[in-house]
T-cell receptor, first 117, second 117 residues
Framework: AQSVTQLDSHVSVSEGTPVLLRCNYS??????LFWYVQHPNKGLQLLLK????ATLVKGINGFEAEFKKSETSFHLTKPSAHMSDAAEYFC???????????????WGLGTSLAVNP | NAGVMQNPRHLVRRRGQEARLRCSPM?????VYWYRQLPEEGLKFMVY????????ESGMPKERFSAEFPKEGPSILRIQQVVRGDSAAYFC???????????????FGPGTRLTVL
């Protein structure tokens, strides 16, 4: 069965320090993987996506993620946190549940990132 | 270019009433997806529609829930005879293309938060 596990429900960092949000996935097929961000009272915004090209994916706002097949991981990182990064982050895997063309998005439960001054 | 619009942003209903949630996709997008986010859970896929067609409703509860995306006007998610368990955030997303690619190009609205008293 396909699944996504975000290993931390809450992460707190100081402004200017690195950010690491961890995500592990389980998929029988070659997955497509995404990170979305949700700021308070706003919609979900795509940060970056992996679709079987380069394993290191660069996204918006200085975020990047590395696909590691051997570890079934897709951790999100940023070298230096900014106050505006405080938000909820979701790791998502796109899977083909059957022989049809309709992929499904399987969502993690989210990681709440707090950035302290 | 306005993003995905959802209204209302907050909706309060009493048990047994009907709830209608509206979603206007981004200009030029003809594919719409509805998701539900229950408290303390990740987003769950509900239904995928194109103009005048339901493509995939495998995530929709069998009773009381329906969705449409008419030729003109917004997509509507309708919940009849609401119960407390329907209280959740409902997100709509749109994409310019469908199928496998479409699931990787979704743009999300801000969501409608439904509270059932």
């Amino acid at each position: 069965a396909q699944s996504v596990t975000q290993l931390d429900s809450h992460v707190s960092v100081s402004e200017g320090t690195p950010v690491l949000l961890r995500c592990n996935y389980s998929s029988s097929y070659s997955p497509s993987l995404f990170w979305y961000v949700q700021h308070p009272n706003k919609g979900l915004q795509l940060l970056l996506k992996y679709t079987s090209a380069a394993t290191l994916v660069k996204g918006i706002n200085g975020f990047e993620a590395e696909f590691k097949k051997s570890e079934t991981s897709f951790h999100l990182t940023k070298p230096s946190a900014h106050m505006s990064d405080a938000a909820e982050y979701f790791c998502v895997v796109s899977v083909l549940p059957n022989a049809g063309n309709n992929r499904k998005l399987i969502w993690g439960l989210g990681t709440s990132l707090a950035v302290n001054p | 270019n306005a993003g995905v619009m959802q209204n209302p942003r907050h909706l309060v209903r009493r048990r047994g009433q009907e709830a209608r949630l509206r979603c206007s996709p981004m200009k030029g997008h003809s594919h719409v997806y509805w998701y539900r986010q229950l408290p303390e859970e990740g987003l769950k896929f509900m239904v995928y529609l194109q103009k005048e067609n339901i493509i995939d409703e495998s995530g929709m509860p069998k009773e009381r829930f329906s969705a449409e995306f008419p030729k003109e006007g917004p997509s509507i998610l309708r919940i009849q005879q609401v119960v407390r368990g329907d209280s959740a955030a409902y997100f709509c997303a749109s994409s310019p293309r469908g199928g496998q690619i479409g699931f990787g190009e979704q743009f999300f609205g801000p969501g409608t938060r439904l509270t059932v008293l």
